[in-house]
């Protein structure tokens, strides 16, 4: 075509690749990564390394923990009374994660297709308090519910006796659920306010009755937000220790509990290393099985 | 637009209305007997500001109200900078290599707290760092970087890559579109993440207790200590403050981008929850 | 093919250096090449426009001259000089964005200042022209609003006075009227063609909005895949389109493929279309003929005319024109444009069914290989 035959009186050569001064991209955003990055790398990653090493290690007779390379401390790990503390806090986190859906699902949906104007005040009201002191909110829960506390003085005077709260599974997955449940109200919201609500209506001229409208169109559009939400509240729960340590007792202690047993009061660090680190290896294998499961469900969903 | 359906759901708006009785019933507790004139904590007997007239005269406790006040404003103001260079360079940066230090930024997170603690406790040790509120502060800021960039990298994405290429258009550097257009848009952003981190960091416990020394301690791991001794109306006092303190923040922080008239909010940022 | 009205490059010896020149220009990303070795030529004060459909490189092209995108391989030249690796910041052409792109935090008067306070231009200088800016867009009485509380239009007109206050050599304006709607996209292609006009800053127009481009242009290239197919005045490149895209793209075209054999290009048994001398075709050969609608005439035929005879399938009203669809063959149909001229009343118009004989003239038959 003429247009590629042009001469090309004017035009110098094309400078050479290299010494070719990019206007696109510049320095600039790697500079700016650059100090974040030591940072986070020198602080946090370094310090993850060395709870990994020192749970190789072991404590001196003077106390003081020394890095090593044997396998003491994992073996440690394996008895009854540790697996069944495991398996607690398994429990417990799972429950937990079960009740805020329950908690959240109606909730997120109350707020978001039925708030009208009040929609955001009715979040804000959500998020303050949840962002506000978590341990005052566990000590309020602590004092409401011991044995003079409100609640008992009151179902004394109704005649009812005294029911002891504390030192319960029941008041320590509550403190976990009223801890965390914001985690999973948050993404449920987002996700239904995202929905298109012309399907519910379909749904409803389609599948007759609101229970089976819920089943088969608010909850598959909601997915999303959920396996989000669950993950995000069973992370922190399992890692708790202040609701155990206010609402519970030795007997409901969680892993959370033990580890800092091993820091700050028997000063066991190198078997606390190591328990830190089978939590943390324990948290990324049910990750992965988690999202490689969810993220299928999701695929097949779309 | 109105989202409303013709009925209401019965049982949803029912749990509804429960939760927020539930979530606020221990908070109404607190508040309530903090202003107990006897020390029960099951009966109101009258009204009295004896207990804050208490808090406000225990001098370790005030020590420990300034120390974490010191160490929110200092971590607050260091996970801002660090944060929001980390979201500016990841938000524009188009390498691999970009993308997987942004994997890495993030696993704080992810990480339940008393790992992150743990972990922190072993490195200042580590290094033979005397743990202080130095120790705190500097463990508070690796935490809350990445609150900070999820928050600015948010408001950035909803940025057009045009508005920086309109400033180079009209003679800026790259540095200079940052900090004459970029960085000047972010404001109510970088507000609300700030009042954000400070109320996290001036809250915050766990981490806090595996960091800190001996004296002065932040004020919740010393507020920790006296409830291990039994419930007080005393610790009610202080409750009400922090929670006060800390619901004002937060307040703040959600109302940031309405006071620069910016149609997303913080909260918006927060909840997910930014319409199309 | 050699055909003189394609040419897209100035003559060195005869002209001033022409506003852009680009040379070779290409860009690949990953294994799509978007611009393929594009040469262009846009005369000072020129009001040039890049039509193409999404996706044909033209944004591409426009971002490499304004040094947003680096090209592949190939020159930018602004005013005659190489600017190819030269910054944005350094670069004497101003952009004019598809989503205005002001800034937020700043009023309209510091919005359209900011080019000429990046200059350091002293601050009075700077008042004055912002001033005489917002006149020109009209603007003067939202000097100090913030862009929030503007319309589209107006935030458009910002964008405009922004960009045009630096007095660049060539303005770059990718699609700014996409986001307007019909009736004030109207009205701002006629205020952009006049502010042209006052100010005489060669413009570079991107769109994929042909009667915008028809409108506003002194010359069009039209983009496909990368390349530029056709570049010319309006008139010229809707007259006579030298390719099956042009022809399509521009307008709308009954187009025709068949065989060359014998002076007449074949489209079907029943349809031979005779062509006028000096096209150079030899026998075989597989081209396409187009018609625009409105030169085919339904009525008032003369001999000079190719004549077919043909069936109304389908009448439209348009108002000033009535469009019908003619079967010509069995599969092939016509759409034809009648003017519904003063003296004609509704008995005139033709209803399906009937039967008729079409003409054209034949040199409104464009070739088109």
């Known amino acids: 075509m003429a247009t590629r035959e042009v001469t090309r009186p004017s035009a110098p050569a094309t400078p050479p690749a290299g010494r070719r001064t990019s206007v696109q991209r510049t320095k600039l955003w790697g500079t700016l990564l650059a100090l974040p990055t030591a940072w986070i790398v020198g602080f946090f990653v370094s310090s993850m390394v060395i709870v990994v090493l020192l749970s190789f290690g072991r404590t001196q007779r003077d106390g003081r923990p020394v890095f090593g390379t044997r396998l003491t401390n994992y073996d440690a790990l394996w008895n009854e009374v540790y697996l069944r503390l495991f398996l607690r806090s398994l429990t417990y986190a799972v429950v937990t994660t079960l009740i805020c859906a329950l908690i959240a699902f109606p909730v997120a949906y109350a707020i978001a297709l039925h708030g009208g104007r009040f929609k955001s005040v009715l979040i804000a009201a959500i998020v303050v308090p949840f962002f506000a002191s978590y341990l005052i909110r566990m000590y309020a829960w602590s004092a409401l519910l011991s044995d003079d506390g409100v609640v008992n003085s009151a179902l004394r005077k109704a005649g009812l006796g005294g029911v002891q709260f504390l030192n319960t599974p029941y008041a320590v997955i509550g403190g976990l659920v009223y801890g965390y449940v914001v985690f999973m109200i948050l993404p449920v919201y987002a996700s239904l306010e995202r929905m298109d609500l012309s399907l519910i209506e379909a749904g409803k001229d389609l599948y007759h009755g609101p229970l089976r409208t819920f089943f088969s169109v608010t909850l598959p559009a909601t997915r999303a937000g959920l396996f989000g939400g669950m993950l995000l509240v069973f992370l922190p729960a399992l890692g708790d220790f202040v609701s155990a340590q206010l609402l519970g007792g030795p007997k409901t202690y969680m892993i959370g509990n033990l580890i800092q047993q091993q820091f700050l009061e028997g000063q066991n660090w190198p078997l606390g290393s190591a328990m830190t680190v089978a939590m943390m290896i324990g948290l990324t294998v049910l990750m992965v099985i988690y999202l490689r499961a969810t993220t299928t469900r999701n695929r097949e969903q779309a | 637009m109105s989202r409303r359906l013709e009925r209401r759901p019965a049982f949803a708006v029912t749990v509804t209305v429960v939760f927020f009785a539930w979530l606020y019933l221990p908070i109404v507790a607190v508040v309530l007997f903090s202003f107990n004139s006897v020390k029960s904590l099951a009966t109101f007997q009258g009204f009295s500001t004896r207990w804050y007239v208490d808090f406000f005269h225990d001098s370790s406790l005030i020590t420990s109200l300034t120390a974490s006040l010191g160490i929110a404003a200092v971590a607050a103001a260091g996970s801002l900078i660090l944060g929001t260079m980390l979201a500016l360079g990841l938000e524009r940066i188009r390498s691999r290599s970009g993308r997987a230090i942004g994997a890495v930024t993030l696993l704080p997170l992810v990480t339940p707290e008393i790992v992150t603690g743990v972990a922190a406790l072993l490195f200042f040790t580590g290094l033979g760092m005397k743990l202080s509120l130095v120790t705190v502060t500097l463990a508070e800021i690796t935490f809350s970087i990445a609150y900070v960039t999820v928050i600015v990298r948010g408001r950035l994405a909803s940025m057009s890559p045009e508005v920086e290429e309109a400033a180079r258009d009209l003679g800026c550097t790259p540095w200079q579109a940052v900090r004459q257009v970029i960085l000047p848009t972010l404001v109510p952003a970088l507000l609300g993440s700030g009042l954000l981190v400070f109320a996290l960091v001036f809250d915050d416990f766990v981490l806090a207790f595996f960091t800190t020394g001996v004296d002065p301690q932040p004020l919740p791991v010393r507020i920790y200590s006296s409830i291990r001794f039994g419930v007080s109306p005393a610790i009610n006092a202080v409750g009400t403050l922090m929670l006060a303190f800390s619901a004002l923040l937060i307040v703040l922080a959600l109302l940031v981008p309405r006071l620069f008239h910016r149609k997303t909010s913080t909260l918006d940022l927060i909840a997910g929850g930014e319409r199309p | ?369």
């Not at chain 3, 947003?68 to 004497?92: A, I, L, Y």
């Not at chain 3, 009535?322 to 005139?348: C, F, I, K, W």
């Open chain 3, 1 to 369: 093919m050699t055909t003189t009205d394609t040419q897209l490059t100035h003559d060195p010896a005869t002209a001033e250096s022409p506003a852009v020149s680009l040379r070779a220009l290409t860009k690949v990303f990953g294994k799509e090449t978007v611009v393929d070795d594009l040469d262009l030529d846009i005369a000072s004060g020129e009001f040039f426009s890049l039509l193409g459909p999404s996706g044909c490189g033209k944004t591409t092209t426009l971002r490499m001259i304004a040094g947003f995108t680096d090209p592949t391989s190939g020159t930018v030249m602004v005013g005659g000089e190489d600017v190819t690796s030269t910054p944005p910041q350094k670069r004497d052409v101003n952009t004019v964005f598809q989503s205005y792109a002001l800034f937020e935090h700043l009023d309209v008067r510091r919005n359209v200042g900011f080019g000429l306070r990046r200059k350091g231009i002293d601050r009075r200088t700077i008042d004055q022209r912002v001033g005489e800016a917002l006149e020109l867009v009209q603007l003067a009485d939202r000097a100090d609003d913030r862009p929030a509380q503007l319309s589209g239009g107006q935030r458009q007109r910002v964008a405009l006075a922004r960009a045009l206050i630096n007095r660049p050599q060539v303005l770059l304006l990718d699609e700014p009227l996409a986001a307007l709607d019909l009736k004030l996209r109207r009205a701002m292609q006629l205020e952009l063609k006049s502010i042209q006009r006052e100010v005489g800053i060669t413009f570079l127009f991107v769109t994929h909005d042909q009667d915008e481009a028809l409108s506003m242009s002194d010359r069009i290239a039209i983009m496909n895949g990368g390349v530029i197919e056709q570049c010319g005045t309006p008139e010229h490149i809707y007259e006579n389109p030298t390719s099956v895209f042009a022809a399509g793209f521009i307008g709308t075209s009954n187009l025709m493929p068949g065989t060359y054999g014998d002076g007449v290009v074949q489209v079907c048994p029943e349809l031979r279309v005779p062509l006028l001398a000096g096209h150079g075709l030899t026998g075989g050969e597989q081209v396409s003929v187009a018609i625009r609608p409105e030169k085919i005439w339904l009525s008032e035929l003369t001999p000079a005319m190719v004549q077919v005879p043909g069936t109304v399938v389908a009448s439209t009203y348009h108002g000033a024109t009535t469009q019908y669809l003619v079967d010509v063959a069995p599969d092939v149909t016509l759409t034809v444009l009648e003017q519904n001229l003063p003296r004609m009343s509704t008995g005139d118009r033709w209803t399906p069914g009937s039967r008729v004989q079409i003409g054209w003239l034949p040199e409104h038959t464009v070739l088109l290989r």
